[in-house]
């Protein structure tokens, strides 16, 4: 309803992922060049981790993407809840590795290691993705470290990639997974934006949306956004989505902070049921 009135072709603040709206900062540039040389060097696990809302899954995205044009056979798994055996199971099939039914994990093992090591002869990479991998038990995490003891001469055989939120790094630290963390080679992590990123990141979101003007969002807009949301990219976009519709209502070519402010008392019950560390935004908007 409010892109014809700021010039818009699409909606710039979906809650979706959506790398075309990627903001790349000096710490998401790292991470993505962590992650590829990681792969590249057949380093064997990388790990990204941050807060709810803080772009991972989008980072993970943006990788995926390279990997595909690059015709990288890519496992992605998210939210896996399964048992160690169903989790090999899980990789097997999401590489497109076919093997027989009721085969048992020594002879999967087998299989996964031949298919590997037919990639590896012919020059290509394999990488398995985890996102949401604090989620995995520490026998699945175990299961990750096994299937990297797969190797060739100069490197691993399966490139892993382990993402989730810093619960993780915790699960990590446990003695049993002592031999997990002592693999990873490099570990990055996502953060929330400062106030001169946000004005950047929602920027770049409207001008990939269309934009031609810079001003929709006043300056002290942008600021009230950040206090509200801590610089959360997911939270920013929350606000900036309202804000829109709002400034639509009120027919508003400016997003003034008064509007952000009367926005903080729309989205408090929502944002605090996804980020109850966010008390003061409950307390500013009483």
């Not at 399964?82 to 093997?99: K, P």
């Not at 604090?134 to 399966?158: M, W």
């Not at 790094?169 to 080679?185: D, E, F, G, Y």
């Not at 008064?258 to 989205?267: K, Q």
Request: glycine share 4%; hydrophobic share 45%; charged share 20%.
């Amino acid at each position: 309803m409010f892109k014809r009135l700021y010039a818009l072709r699409e909606n710039p603040f979906q809650l979706h992922s959506d790398i075309r709206f990627l903001y790349v900062n000096d710490r998401v540039s790292e991470a993505l060049a962590a992650m590829a040389y990681g792969i590249q060097s057949r380093k064997g696990i990388v790990l990204l981790t941050g807060e709810i809302g803080t772009g991972k899954t989008t980072l993970l995205k943006a990788l995926l993407d390279d990997l595909r044009r690059k015709q990288t056979v890519v496992a992605y798994i998210s939210n896996a809840r399964e048992s160690a055996a169903d989790f090999l199971e899980l990789v097997l099939s999401e590489l497109g590795i076919d093997y027989p039914i009721g085969s048992s994990r020594a002879q999967m093992i087998i299989r996964l290691n031949q298919w590997l090591m037919e990639r590896y002869t012919s020059g290509q990479a394999a990488v398995l993705i985890v996102d949401e991998a604090q989620n995995l038990s520490i026998d699945v995490l175990e299961e990750v470290r096994l299937l990297t003891n797969l190797e060739a001469a100069d490197g691993k055989l399966l490139q892993v990639v382990l993402s989730g939120q810093p619960e993780l790094v915790k699960t990590l630290a446990q003695s049993r997974l002592r031999p997990l963390a002592q693999r990873i080679a490099f570990w990055s992590r996502t953060m929330p934006l400062s106030f001169e990123q946000v004005r950047e990141y929602v920027q770049r979101r409207l001008q990939v949306a269309g934009a031609t003007a810079n001003n929709i969002f006043s300056d002290d807009a942008l600021r009230q956004i950040h206090y509200y949301t801590n610089g959360v990219p997911r939270l920013v976009n929350l606000f900036c989505e309202h804000a829109l519709i709002r400034g639509y209502v009120e027919n508003a070519k400016t997003i003034s902070a008064n509007i952000i402010d009367m926005v903080a008392h729309d989205v408090t019950m929502p944002i605090l049921a996804v980020a109850p560390d966010l008390s003061r935004m409950a307390k500013s908007s009483e």
